[in-house]
């Protein structure tokens, strides 16, 4: 909003002349985001805490070590949503479709993660949300979504999928681009949304794909950089710079009171509309594959999940001692502590590796 009413005055004042800069709106909405994090959390998580006396439910085969956190409330991803979105819609260009598509699939499934905490809430439970209805309106979102990027996106690159690592590979997939680009987006959103199991381990490794991806987004949208990276080139698409600067500031006001002991949990409400966000950011920026490196803790703890499920079905037997794999550490002894911070340190691991492929063609 911001730049629709302020950036066509450049040429009445050089002071508004800054609002046409990405690098200067992405840090505004880093800071915005932050400052609105901090100052609706407090009154949030009391007003949260007074209407679930109970907290979030805590699975009753989980680690011993989390009854301890009864009674911490959940829903704590409506802090993100609020704070994210309107920081992104005071920062970003309005004008721009890109930013309208991840907002819809960002606070689409952050109500699907709202509905789904509800009923957690209310029958007191850890299974809220039938899955198949919850795909279903995650695929139905994602859907949506997908037809418009599809028609967004510049059409040398509007039908295919990139191989990074690979100069200028890209492989036509025509009307299939619709329903792969709903899967990364539902993959990415349950993803994020199973790792978020201990104080602060998903919140983390979010931050830092968004900062990569706002960062590929500013290089995916500038015709020069593009071009000497041989990466696709997507107009308009920098401007997500903004948003992943939102994400930023969002996840660490969360972080804030999501740090050991946590104050509040991020809930599905968090959980899914960030893992979605960042699936169609990838898609935008046709950076989809890159996604599955920088964001590898989740397809980690993805993966673990699979393989305990099919492991037990086909041989009755477990791999792990409890799936996702960051509860196998902790039945093994591990300190929270130190998986959360061991686990951060390989999402940071992983986005430098994913960083690399764009120069490594």
Known sequence: MLYNLLAPLAADSIFFNLFRYLTFRTGGAIMTTLLISFLIAPPMIRWLKAKQRQGQPIRED?????????????????????????STLLWADLSNSFIWYALLVMVGYGLIGFADDYLKLTKRNT?????????????????????GIMGALPGHVNAHIAIPVFKELYVYVGLFFIPWAMLVMVGSS???????????????????????????????????FAEYLNIPYVPGSGELAVLCGALIGGAMGFLWYNAPPAMIFMGDTGSLAMGGVLGAMAVMVKHELVLVIIGGLFVLETVSVIVQVVSFKLTGKRVFAM??????????????????????IIAVILALVGLSTLKLR
């Open 62 to 86: 989980g680690p011993e070590t989390h009854f301890a956190k009864a009674g911490t409330p959940t829903m704590g991803g409506l802090m993100i949503l609020i704070s994210v979105t309107i």
């Open 127 to 147: 299974k809220g949300l039938p899955g198949k209805l919850k795909l279903l309106a995650q695929f139905s979102i994602g859907g949506v979504a997908a037809v």
């Open 190 to 224: 349950n993803a994020v949304n199973l790792t978020d199991g201990l104080d602060g381990l998903a919140i983390v490794p979010v931050a830092i794909a968004a900062a990569c991806f706002g960062f590929i987004s500013y290089l995916v949208g500038h015709a020069d």
């Open 323 to 344: 799936a996702p794999i960051h509860h196998h550490f902790e039945k093994k002894g591990w300190s929270e502590p130190t998986i959360v911070i061991r686990f951060w």
